[in-house]
């Protein structure tokens, strides 16, 4: 999976949709950055969440299982090679719905946070939303539902003390294009997602969760 994400680092760093957005806007905001504020930014892909921290005058340190992503540190979420509370702000997102153990991530997160951990990504929209994901990206392995993410969150010893979900209209085409989507699995996802379709783009929901030790 590294090496596919590895080419696909120069898409995702491009993608309007994950350099910007009400939700990135909120997850910085909800970390609260600034000069001397610590923090990890988990499964960086492109580097946007990193970017926008160091930005607000954060020292960031980004990992992902990617080398191609060039982040600080290559290894998975599930398995972060730093010490318990080394970082004052723990963030990671729209990427879990790719983690082999979502649970045991988070349980990650929390232990390498002294103090908050802030995480984004898609909720569940139905078995027909969970298919085309799939479809369209063999990565893909489940979205969760706003309570299976709290859930998440209190089994990692974090009281969510805050949470908003949002809309996102992704332009189709492109989303297809990211991950070089054959056109007969293409065809497939488009008839999957037919209920969500609007104008070219397909309304995908997501959560973002601030929690704290």
């Known amino acids: 999976m590294t090496d596919v994400w590895s080419e696909r680092a120069e898409a995702f760093g491009t993608s309007a949709t994950h350099r910007e957005g009400p939700d990135l806007d909120l997850l910085v905001e909800w970390c609260e950055p600034g000069e001397g504020v610590q923090a990890l930014d988990v499964a960086t892909g492109g580097g946007h969440v990193a970017r926008r921290l160091r930005e607000a005058g ?103 003390v805050d949470e908003r979900t949002f809309e996102r209209r992704v332009e189709v085409e492109p989303w297809l294009a990211r991950v070089e989507t054959p056109e007969d699995d293409a065809a497939r996802i488009r008839e999957l997602l037919a209920e969500h379709l609007e104008d070219g783009r397909v309304t995908l929901r997501s959560i973002v969760l601030k929690g704290t030790k």
């Open 58 to 160: 954060a020292e960031v340190v980004s990992v992902d299982p990617a080398p191609g992503m060039q982040p600080t540190v290559v290894a998975p979420a599930e398995q972060l090679p730093f010490a318990d509370g080394t970082f004052d702000v723990v963030a990671c997102r729209i990427a879990p719905h790719h983690f082999t153990d979502v649970r045991a991530a988070v349980r990650e997160m929390a232990r390498v946070s002294r103090g908050r951990v802030v995480v984004e990504d898609n909720v569940f929209m139905g078995d027909d939303v969970e298919q085309a994901e799939k479809l369209r990206d063999a990565t893909h392995v489940r979205c969760y539902s706003e309570d299976e993410w709290r859930g998440f969150f209190v089994d990692a010893g974090l009281h969510v």
